[in-house]
């Protein structure tokens, strides 16, 4: 059974652990210096929050698969949505996990990751492009005729935003 997963770009990790402890009756299942996340069983959800790389708000959407037969129904639906334009990642160790996933862009630019997780990972992230350590996402690139078209970089920090490139 998969679940449904979000990830928000927070400021400050301790008060917002405390909101969301509060908020979702429970503890982080797993928490880092600049990472927590909750495994919530109702409603089926993976939710974390982190201050890395991004500005604060929403992040990404995604689905969490179970199995990796899973995975590879998500990414038959996430080829029929985006016309094809996923970017694949067979192998990423992003929020402290090692994951087979893969990224779609939806028409509003806003980024989904489907993953199956495969273990815990000691460090954030390897799979970066930026400097800081965001882990990679792909961007939208475009809008009206080429909306569907994505870019293969790390969603930027604040203060890189308008930039030409994307990742520095």
């Known amino acids: 059974m998969k679940r449904f997963h979000v990830h928000i770009a927070v400021e ?3 008060h917002s652990i405390a909101f969301y402890s509060q908020l979702f009756g429970q503890m982080p ?3 880092q210096a600049d990472y927590a996340k909750w495994m919530l069983d109702d409603p ?3 939710f974390a929050i982190s201050t890395r790389g991004h500005a604060t708000g929403l992040n990404h959407f995604g689905m969490q698969a179970d199995t990796v037969e899973e995975l590879a129904q998500l990414k038959m639906l996430a080829d029929a949505a985006s016309g094809t334009q ?3 990642q067979e ?3 992003c929020c402290y996990a090692n994951s087979k996933k ?6 509003q630019g806003l980024p989904w990751e489907h993953f199956f997780t495969m273990s815990d990972a000691q460090v954030f992230g390897e799979d970066t492009a930026a400097q800081d350590g965001a882990c990679c996402i792909p961007l939208h ?3 009206g005729e080429k909306a569907a078209e994505t ?3 790390c969603v930027p920090k604040a203060d890189n935003a308008g930039k030409k490139s994307c990742c520095n």
Do not use: E, F
């Open 151 to 153: 870019v293969a970089c």
């Open 102 to 107: 893969h990224w779609i862009v939806d028409p």
């Open 86 to 88: 996923v970017l694949d």
């Open 12 to 14: 400050h990790l301790d």
């Open 141 to 143: 690139n475009g809008s």
């Open 29 to 31: 299942a797993k928490q």
């Open 44 to 46: 089926r959800v993976n």
């Open 91 to 93: 192998t990423a160790t």
